[in-house]
């Protein structure tokens, strides 16, 4: 295995719910201005909780958006749905965001959960394992496509899975991700490391070349050194609106920059 030292990186999941949209590009900004090193938003239609038809705006449109109107941070989803685009399509729509943003897209992607949102906007949910399918079948055509397109994309776009599923999330992880993004505690985390290893070894692939990401929250001194003995370099802070409150995330980018000297 190849021993690779990532820096303690801090990511904001900032969730489009709720708020205006100029609330919304003003806290991307602030997020950067404070030094996020990344700024996702979600793929969703309706919000997660609160008022269930509550203010909701769509995920790529805005990443178009916030690649003009940031300049440092990375962006992208976390994560988009591979149930509401074709697969180049989706390729395509990350080339050009990529070229927007200069470099900066991270092409986040998972199978998808949400059934409002597939009910409401026409798209046949089906059962989990078939949308682990349609995900497996959409990751070589994304790759493909990107190969293909004129201009190329600004370089290698890296691809973020999140999700825990251990025998085909974690399976496609070791196949296809450069970041994977864990939603589960330390113990968890824990457990499904040794899982992916293993698929990572099936398919001869070093798990030190992936990236690991975790959703926090709360005090990073108490939250933050065990998952980072584990092996997580990224850890995101979620907000939700319509007042976002950007407390917690300054308080991580602060453990960051104490780590990384």
Request: net charge negative; with cysteine; charged share 25%.
């Amino acid at each position: 295995m190849t021993a690779i030292v990532r820096p303690v990186r801090v990511g904001l999941q900032l969730q489009p719910q709720h708020a205006d949209y100029k609330a919304i590009r003003r806290t991307a900004s602030d997020a950067e201005e404070y030094g996020a090193d990344v700024v996702f938003n979600w793929d969703h239609f309706y919000p997660l909780y609160g008022e269930p038809e509550g203010k909701h705006f769509e995920c790529w449109t805005m990443l178009g958006a916030w690649a003009e109107s940031t300049s440092r941070a990375q962006i992208g989803a976390l994560v988009t749905c591979n149930s509401y685009r074709n697969p180049e399509l989706l390729a395509d729509m990350a080339r050009t965001v990529d070229h927007i943003s200069e470099g900066r897209l991270i092409l986040g992607i998972g199978s998808g959960w949400f059934e409002k949102d597939y009910d409401e906007y026409g798209y046949e949910f089906g059962t989990a394992g078939r949308r682990l399918d349609d995900l497996a079948e959409a990751l070589p055509r994304i790759e493909s496509r990107l190969a293909k397109l004129n201009p190329a994309p600004t370089r290698k776009i890296p691809v973020l899975i999140g999700g825990g599923g251990e025998k085909k999330t974690l399976r496609l992880v070791a196949r296809h991700a450069d970041i994977w993004h864990s939603f589960g505690d330390a113990d968890t985390l824990e457990r499904k490391l040794a899982i992916l290893h293993q698929h990572c070894a099936d398919v001869g692939r070093d798990p030190a070349e992936i990236e690991i990401s975790v959703g926090v929250r709360g005090n990073p001194e108490k939250a933050g050194p065990r998952l980072r003995e584990l092996g997580a370099s990224l850890f995101t802070v979620g907000v939700g609106g319509p007042d976002y409150d950007l407390a917690e995330l300054r308080d991580w980018i602060a453990w960051r920059d104490s780590l990384n000297g």
